[in-house]
């Protein structure tokens, strides 16, 4: 079974850092690009940050020089810096993935199970 597994969420206080962590696992053959959202109480789901197979990145501007997405090809893991939290970067964060997975040949779009990320004031 091909899953994602997120990891590094919690409270922390207005001005602090964490670090997300999301590792594939199972039959895959490749991964494409992988990114993180997030969803806040009563809110859609927005891009927090993506990046490509060959670490191209891009960020929502709301993160931009708070937040850092990178990735080991070799652990299938994505992560995710952030740092200088605000009380309005509470949400649940998503990983989200394209895999070509094997047993049988596909492709896949993934989503995490949601890490909860509290910044308190």
């Known amino acids: 079974q091909v899953q994602l597994v997120e990891s590094g969420g919690g409270l922390v206080q207005a001005g602090g850092s964490l670090r997300l962590s999301c590792r594939a696992s199972?039959?895959?053959?490749?991964?494409?690009?992988m990114g993180w959202y997030r969803q806040a109480p009563g809110k859609q789901r927005e891009l927090v940050a993506r990046?490509?197979?060959?670490?191209?990145?891009n960020y929502a501007d709301f993160v931009k020089g708070r937040f850092t997405i990178s990735r080991d090809n070799a652990k299938n893991t994505v992560y995710l810096q952030m740092a200088s939290l605000k009380p309005e970067d509470t949400a649940v964060y998503y990983c989200?993935?394209?895999?070509?997975?094997?047993?049988?040949?596909?492709?896949?779009?993934?989503w995490g199970q949601g890490t909860l990320v509290t910044v308190s004031s």
């Open positions: 990046i490509t197979s060959g670490g191209s990145t």
């Open positions: 199972g039959s895959i053959f490749s991964i494409n690009a």
């Open positions: 989200n993935a394209g895999l070509v997975v094997l047993t049988p040949y596909r492709y896949l779009e993934l």
